[in-house]
């Protein structure tokens, strides 16, 4: 298929949420290519599926270590704390800075199926909170720190 049409503020799927992904099938494939395509595109490190109009728990995510995709991720723990600016794809050229935790671990499946455990510091924590935030419908925007 190729790249999808990134969502932007003001669109109504972005405050909206996903619901699980009961089964894989050729068309979760499909967008998982397709969710990674546009996010390179883009020069993105995330996206999640109601980003490109989709509400399904599906999420996208290259840090710099490699495409990690993860469908129905659950946040099992968070520990820390770490502020910094950020940024969103359907946000084009804003950012703010927001409070996330230092670390995070997470349970979701892959594309083949089998469910797997994600542990991320740093940015890959960020990135991890950021996007599996915009399956329940919310924005960084919404955490921004107000000071």
């Known amino acids: 298929m190729g790249k999808r049409i990134i969502r932007t503020l003001g669109d109504d799927v972005l405050r909206k949420r996903c619901k699980e992904v009961k089964a894989i099938t050729p068309s979760v494939i ?34 710099g270590d490699g495409l990690i995709e993860l469908i129905n991720p659950v946040i099992l723990e968070t520990r820390g704390e770490q502020t910094d600016e950020e940024g969103c794809l359907s946000l084009p050229g804003k950012s703010a800075p927001v409070t996330r935790p230092m670390y995070t671990k997470v349970k979701a499946v892959n594309r083949d199926g089998y469910e797997f455990i994600i542990e991320g510091e740093g940015l890959m924590s960020r990135a991890l909170n950021h996007e599996i935030d915009h399956l329940d419908g919310v924005l960084y925007v919404d955490k921004a720190d107000k000071k």
Do not use: H, S
Request: net charge negative; proline share 3%; glycine share 8%.
């Open 30 to 63: 499909t967008l998982l290519n397709d969710m990674a395509e546009t996010m390179y595109e883009a020069n993105g490190v995330g996206l999640a599926a109601p980003q490109v109009g989709i509400l399904k728990r599906i999420v996208v995510i290259d840090v």
